[in-house]
Nanobody, 123 residues
């Protein structure tokens, strides 16, 4: 049974940092596309960052490029999102997602989702 469990969310002041973790079980995510999405109240869910460990490929949305870093620890089956220089507009529920193939692009058609972890940035 595939499971993704996020952790590391919390409240932080603008300019601060948080590191989110997503522990995967039920599959080995080397050669899976792993991604972080977020959704703020009243907004659509948006892709934040993605990675594909088999090619060391990563991708970031323009809104987080240069501030967020996605990384993987294959030994721990865990993907991380290091978030620096946080802004109030980063406030959202953050979700981890996984898929085995590229179809649909970097931010679409993910098969597996976690329950989410809340990030709140106060200004």
């Amino acid at each position: 049974q595939v499971q993704l469990v996020e952790s590391g969310g919390g409240s932080v002041q603008a300019g601060g940092s948080l590191r989110l973790s997503c522990a995967a079980s039920g599959f080995t995510f080397s050669c899976y596309y792993m991604a972080w999405f977020r959704q703020a109240p009243g907004n659509e869910r948006e892709g934040v960052a993605a990675s594909y460990s088999c090619s060391a490929w990563t991708y970031y949305s323009d809104s987080v490029k240069g501030r967020f870093t996605i990384s993987e620890d294959n030994a721990k089956n865990t993907v991380y999102l290091q978030m620096n220089s946080l802004k109030s507009e980063d406030t959202a529920m953050y979700y981890c997602a996984a898929k085995a193939s590229w179809g649909g692009g970097w931010d679409a058609k993910y098969n597996y989702w976690g329950q989410g972890t809340q990030v709140t940035v106060s200004s």
